[in-house]
């Protein structure tokens, strides 16, 4: 995952997603795609076509972060999208990260303290380090499966439990996939990264479908909806929680809503069985 690469294919998604309705131009007659032209973009933004194409082209070019903005205010990148931007067109790689492989012992008492609520713990790769009981009566299959499989992004596109067990599937894929990008973009040249998306490329054909389509997001509260074989249908809302103490861990609480007992049937049907 070449970065200057990355970047000339981010900026072609995004211009190619933009109508000329969208910055206020003509449509026109003569266009053979439906996006913006690089002669627009770079218009908008200020700069020349040349540099702009070589930009899009992934030649090595220096870009202020004044240009970059402009260009990201062009596309209409949101917050995610322009740190996207910033951190692809910088070319800089965080520190190397070792493989987190089990959670720090306070947050582990964390996520059990959140019981019956489902909460488990992601490393910075996305991959899972901790869980709770009530994780576990969600999605038992998780424990049982092999190190290298055990990532929110593997289980999401290749577990065939999951993918039945999500109710809203197609959407909680795509904006997993999108927050997956934006939050892993300086560990883009990390070994482990470029392994996990290779193989969910041979993998998932809705992964391969849409991992070129270079979207990103911000996490946002959400309401996440199950169907449980045994539970039955369940509601959660989603909430994130970064540490202040273990910046790289995510804490993932599944909130029960006001007067909904999907927490209270999914701890009951275990708890008798």
């Known amino acids: 995952m070449n970065r200057r690469v990355e970047l000339g294919e981010f900026l072609r998604a995004r211009r190619d997603a933009l109508r000329p309705s969208d910055v206020g131009l003509p449509a026109g007659t003569r266009r053979r795609t439906p996006g913006l032209r690089r002669e627009e973009v ?28 402009a260009l ?3 596309l209409r990148l ?20 070792e493989r987190t492989l089990d959670a720090p012992d306070a947050i582990v008492r964390l996520i059990a303290s959140m019981e019956p609520s489902p909460a488990y713990v992601l490393g910075p790769r996305w991959e899972y380090v901790a869980w709770n009981a009530a994780q576990d009566k969600l ?21 065939p439990t999951a993918k039945a067990l999500i109710a809203d599937w197609h959407d909680r894929a795509r904006s997993t996939l999108a927050e997956f990008r934006a939050s892993t973009t300086r560990l ?3 070994p482990v990264v470029i392994d996990l998306v290779e193989r969910l490329l041979l993998g998932s054909p809705d992964f391969a479908l849409w991992w070129p389509e270079h979207d990103v997001a911000g996490f946002h509260t959400r309401l996440r909806r199950y169907h449980h074989p045994r539970a039955g249908e369940l509601t959660f809302e989603y909430q994130q929680l970064i540490p202040a103490e273990w910046p790289h861990l995510r804490v993932i609480c599944q909130l029960p809503l006001p007067g909904d007992d999907s927490a209270q049937r999914l701890s009951a049907w275990h708890d008798v069985g």
């Open 139 to 159: 999605y038992p299959a998780l424990s049982n499966l092999p190190e290298h499989e055990r990532n929110l992004l593997w289980v999401m596109f290749c577990e």
């Open 188 to 190: 883009m040249d990390d």
């Open 78 to 97: 949101d917050e995610a999208g322009r740190s996207h931007l910033l951190a692809l067109a910088n070319g800089e790689s965080s520190d190397p990260v």
């Open 42 to 69: 770079a218009l908008l933004a200020g700069v020349s076509l040349t540099w702009y194409t070589w930009l899009e082209q992934g030649r090595r070019i220096n870009a202020s972060r004044d240009v970059l903005h």
């Open 72 to 74: 990201a205010r062009t």
